[in-house]
């Protein structure tokens, strides 16, 4: 079964005093192209059966201000997708079982594991991404493999694209 995921790093963040990292809101900016990343990942993935997002402020609102634009059957909030590396998300994502996934969460690890899942490493949109995942910015892979396949250079970049609103 062919499987697809979208890798998409939280919008913005504000950086108010006081405010530990876990709970840090989006920013102004943020807010602005959170909703621009949905209307844009609705572009190229249709359907989505599972998002797997990070507990983390910034991330839930990430998520709430994409998802009217996505067709999703089920959120979950994963509290080990906060500042997790690429291995770990990985290893998360290896257990699910639907055809699409989208992944809400945070750098390096959401670009290391984009970099290291690409096959394709010479197309204009692996060296964009390379170059610079910056926030609110999404890659969809894809493979014919199942995810508990998934791994080096096992999946095909089908797009990068920053969001700005």
Do not use: C
């Not at 997708?81 to 989208?102: I, K, Q």
């Not at 995942?133 to 095909?156: C, I, N, Q, Y």
């Amino acid at each position: 079964m062919p499987t697809t995921l979208v890798l998409l790093r939280h919008a913005k963040s504000a950086y108010p005093r006081g405010v530990g990292d876990h709970e840090r809101p989006l920013s102004g900016r943020g807010r602005r192209d959170a909703p621009v990343a949905g209307r844009l990942i609705a572009q190229h993935v249709p359907w989505i059966a599972t998002a797997l997002v990070s507990t983390a402020v910034r991330t839930q609102q990430t998520w709430d201000l994409a998802a009217p634009a996505l067709q999703v059957d089920e959120k979950r909030d994963m509290p080990e997708l906060y500042l997790a590396s690429a291995d770990a998300m990985l290893a998360r994502l290896r257990d699910e079982t639907g055809s699409s996934v989208v992944v809400v969460a945070h750098n390096p690890g959401t670009e290391v594991l984009a970099e290291r899942l690409t096959r394709n490493t010479s197309s204009p949109d692996y060296r964009q991404m390379v170059a610079k995942f910056p926030t609110a910015a999404f890659a969809v892979l894809t493979s014919d493999e199942p995810w508990a396949h998934w791994g080096l250079g096992s999946a095909r970049l089908e797009a990068f694209v920053v969001a700005r609103g």
